[in-house]
């Protein structure tokens, strides 16, 4: 059984973050390792959540958001987290899509100003 637990500093090294880290997933309930003394070790239910955790802060997702992914993913099955995530994915792509128009309308602003200042400049 011990083969396929990682120890903290196997974990932290595994997902590139820092003990600090680590340790607050573990403070806020995201994360619940096997403790033996003051030592954690992390098994493949505690490496897939911590996947599913850094995949969804990539995506922009909320600790809090994240949380109700691994609830429903434990209390309800894969069926409705699978239908959840569709759902969270779908609001999320439509924020993202807002977010790279307003930053597509900066650009082309900012190029305007830049371009304008350099003629001026060079008249």
């Known amino acids: 059984m011990l083969d396929d ?9 595994r997902f ?16 619940q390792p096997h403790k033996e003394g003051r030592a954690r070790f992390y098994g493949p239910r505690e490496v897939r959540r911590m996947e599913v955790i850094l995949r969804g802060k990539r995506f922009g997702f909320s600790l809090e958001e994240i949380r ?28 993202l899509t807002r977010q790279r128009e307003a930053l597509d309308r900066a650009i082309v602003d900012l190029r305007a100003m830049r371009d304008d200042a350099a003629q001026r400049q060079a008249d």
Not at 5 to 13: E, G, S
Not at 16 to 31: A, N
């Open 5 to 13: 637990l990682l120890n903290f500093k196997d974990m932290c090294a």
């Open 68 to 95: 109700q992914w691994l609830i429903l993913s434990q209390s309800q099955g894969p069926a409705a987290e699978r239908q959840s995530i569709v759902a969270i994915a779908d609001r999320k792509l439509d924020e």
């Open 16 to 31: 590139e973050v820092t003990p600090r880290t680590l340790r607050y997933y573990e403070y806020i309930e995201l994360l």
